[in-house]
């Protein structure tokens, strides 16, 4: 298994299925990783870094173990774990995990739901972590832990992102096979057919 910092300085799409099964303890509620989508910055289209840095995603241009945290919709916050070298803007985006530690916390944040559903969508899985745009530029290092051993290629589906209009096709969102915290597919009303 390849060293945190070194896989951190790959690209997004080959980070992302590597991060599925880490834990990522924040707030006192710890996830394990079931869904993620990789974004490549200025290679990207549907990427926030695609025309360059500004304001909102200088966190993203680097350096790699960093988060970046966004506001989405006016409404939500999501997360993403930075990757690549310095100056590239690849990231991560944190779909969705299932609560392995903190779940009262993850509860009292989240209200009445199933379990599974406590951090299932990208802006749920922030809220049970208590992550907010506090947390953007946050040095990941002793809060993310990867697995011992990489969840095996079998047990991992990828497929099309979720929400973006544009790169829609590209297959970037992976996610455990039958993990039901994972979200479900939702491809975006802008996206051409």
Do not use: K
Not at 78 to 98: I, W, Y
Not at 125 to 150: F, K, S, V, Y
């Amino acid at each position: 298994m390849p060293g945190w910092a070194e896989l951190l300085l790959r690209p997004a799409p080959e980070v992302a299925p590597r991060l599925l099964g880490a834990r990522l303890t924040h707030g006192g509620v710890t996830v394990r990783l079931t869904e993620v989508e990789a974004y490549d910055g200025t290679n990207d289209a549907a990427s926030h870094a695609y025309r360059g840095p500004t304001a909102r995603n200088d966190v993203m241009f680097g350096p790699p173990g960093r988060l970046y945290v966004y506001f989405s919709y006016g409404m939500h916050w999501c997360a993403n774990v930075v990757c690549g070298p310095a100056g590239t803007a690849s990231a991560v985006l944190l779909r969705a995990g299932e609560v392995v530690d903190g779940l009262l916390t993850a509860r009292q944040r989240r209200g009445a739901r199933p379990d599974e559903a406590l951090a299932r969508g990208p802006a749920n899985l922030t809220q049970a972590l208590g992550i907010d745009r506090n947390q953007d530029g946050l040095d990941l290092d002793g809060l993310l832990a990867l697995p011992e051993e990489p969840v095996p290629a079998e047990d991992i589906l990828s497929g099309p992102r979720v929400g973006v209009s544009l790169a829609h096709d590209v297959p970037w969102r992976f996610w455990l096979r039958g993990d039901r915290s994972v979200s479900a597919y939702r491809r975006s009303p802008r996206a051409p057919r």
